[in-house]
Nanobody, 126 residues
Framework: QVQLVESGGGLVQAGGSQRLSCAASGRTFSRYVMGWFRQAPGKEREFVAA?????????YADDSVKGRFTISRDNAKNTGYLQMNSLKPEDTAVYYC??????????????????WGQGTQVTVSS
């Protein structure tokens, strides 16, 4: 089992920044990929970014977040981060971190992950 606890959400003005954290515990995390997804009201859960815990390989969603969001990890703390800059109202969503087998094929779909955090609300005001 892997437990994931997110923190760092809240209200921010457009153009501002926010950093989300995801602390992992349980099984040895080295064989996993950590992903971040988000879900806005009435929309499907969408991929944001992912990072391989062992290799550090990084994946980002399309141009909607690339260049504004940065994913990283601290192996010693078993914690992943999502730094979000230049936030826009359309970034408003519940953000989830997730963990799953390290795969270059399924990193960007929810079914590629076995474990999920509880989610943290990010609200960007205009």
């Amino acid at each position: 089992q892997v437990q994931l606890v997110e923190s760092g959400g809240g209200l921010v003005q457009a153009g501002g920044s926010q950093r989300l954290s995801c602390a992992a515990s349980g099984r040895t995390f080295s064989r996993y990929v950590m992903g971040w997804f988000r879900q806005a009201p009435g929309k499907e859960r969408e991929f944001v970014a992912a990072i391989s815990w062992s290799s550090g390989r990084i994946y980002y969603a399309d141009d909607s977040v690339k260049g504004r969001f940065t994913i990283s990890r601290d192996n010693a703390k078993n914690t992943g981060y999502l730094q979000m800059n230049s936030l826009k109202p359309e970034d408003t969503a519940v953000y989830y971190c997730a963990a799953g087998p390290d795969s270059q094929t399924y990193y960007n779909i929810p079914t590629g992950y076995n474990y999920w955090g509880q989610g943290t609300q990010v609200t960007v005001s205009s």
